[in-house]
């Protein structure tokens, strides 16, 4: 069975999962299997694509999990494979509303990859894919799914005993968080804290755009209380206040 040791979040990745943690819905569309050996000169943090794809798998469930991360997953075999292969890349694909679809997460299980022999009367196999993936403090995450490949978990449960379950959990997630934190500095996003005073909500930090984690509820009647910056293009001294 393969073991994608090699895992990360990719460039475009963190741009996207920076983009949610300001309100974005997060959107996977699909599960890739390839068979690419990573090149040396490439990391997973700068992939756009797998190497070399060979399948697509339809997402069957989504599982928000406590911890911050999801856990998508599919079913897939060989019903359709002409070719033997090696199961070597595994990837989550999702959309970003900017750009389309993109290279969400990757891994790579290098020389650990399993051979997947072409089909036919002797050869079914048969594996339940599962991808844990860090999305932070997301609150809309969606996926993809067609009904008509809608798996419940009851036949999740009983295809358990049945098939292999093959998993990629991406890890280091302070790491990620670090690394997101970074991508929203890039884009000129600081992070600001919430705390509630009677019937007021106070956030401070710095900056003229910035994000927060709510700390308390809103009610009827409550009243914002941001931070104004003074523009440093307007002469006059005009008050700016911009938060989103």
Same mark, same amino acid.
Do not use: W
């Given at each position: 069975?393969?073991?994608?040791?090699?895992?990360?979040?990719?460039?475009?990745?963190?741009?996207?999962?920076?983009?949610?943690?300001?309100?974005?819905?997060?959107?996977?569309?699909?599960?890739?299997?390839?068979?690419?050996?990573?090149?040396?000169?490439?990391?997973?943090?700068?992939?756009?694509?797998?190497?070399?794809?060979?399948?697509?798998?339809?997402? #069957?469930?989504?599982?928000?999990?406590?911890?911050?991360? &999801?856990?998508?997953?599919?079913?897939?075999?060989?019903?359709?494979?002409?070719?033997?292969?090696?199961?070597?890349?595994?990837?989550?694909?999702?959309?970003?509303?900017? &750009?389309?679809?993109?290279?969400?997460?990757?891994?790579?299980?290098?020389?650990?990859? +399993?051979?997947?022999?072409?089909?036919?009367?002797? #050869?079914? &196999?048969?594996?339940?894919?599962?991808?844990?993936?860090?999305?932070?403090?997301?609150?809309?995450?969606?996926?993809?799914?067609?009904? +008509?490949?809608?798996?419940?978990?009851?036949?999740?449960?009983?295809?358990?005993? +049945?098939?292999?379950?093959?998993?990629?959990?991406?890890?280091?997630?302070?790491?990620?968080?670090?690394?997101?934190?970074?991508?929203?500095?890039?884009?000129?996003?600081?992070?600001? #804290?919430?705390?509630?005073?009677?019937? &007021?909500?106070?956030?401070?930090?710095?900056?003229? #755009?910035?994000?927060?984690?709510?700390?308390?509820?809103?009610?009827?009647?409550?009243?914002?209380?941001?931070?104004?910056?003074?523009?440093?293009?307007?002469?006059?001294?005009?008050?700016?206040?911009?938060?989103?």
């Amino acid at each position: 069975m393969a073991a994608f040791v090699k895992n990360d979040i990719t460039d475009k990745g963190l741009a996207l999962l920076a983009k949610v943690q300001m309100g974005e819905k997060l959107t996977f569309s699909k599960i890739g299997i390839g068979s690419g050996t990573l090149p040396g000169t490439k990391t997973i943090r700068s992939l756009t694509e797998m190497v070399q794809p060979v399948m697509d798998v339809t997402i #069957t469930r989504k599982k928000i999990n406590e911890d911050q991360t &999801v856990t998508i997953g599919g079913i897939f075999n060989n019903t359709d494979v002409q070719q033997e292969f090696y199961f070597r890349e595994l990837a989550l694909y999702a959309i970003d509303p900017n &750009v389309g679809e993109i290279l969400y997460c990757y891994g790579n299980a290098g020389n650990g990859a +399993e051979l997947i022999p072409a089909h036919d009367t002797q #050869t079914l &196999v048969e594996k339940i894919v599962d991808i844990v993936t860090y999305i932070g403090d997301a609150t809309e995450v969606n996926a993809l799914m067609k009904t +008509e490949a809608y798996a419940s978990v009851q036949d999740l449960e009983e295809l358990s005993g +049945e098939v292999d379950k093959v998993k990629l959990e991406v890890s280091g997630i302070q790491d990620k968080l670090v690394q997101m934190q970074q991508s929203l500095d890039q884009m000129g996003v600081h992070v600001y #804290t919430h705390k509630k005073t009677g019937t &007021v909500h106070n956030f401070t930090g710095e900056g003229a #755009t910035g994000r927060a984690k709510i700390t308390a509820n809103f009610e009827t009647g409550d009243t914002i209380q941001l931070p104004c910056h003074y523009s440093t293009a307007d002469r006059i001294g005009k008050v700016s206040c911009a938060f989103y």
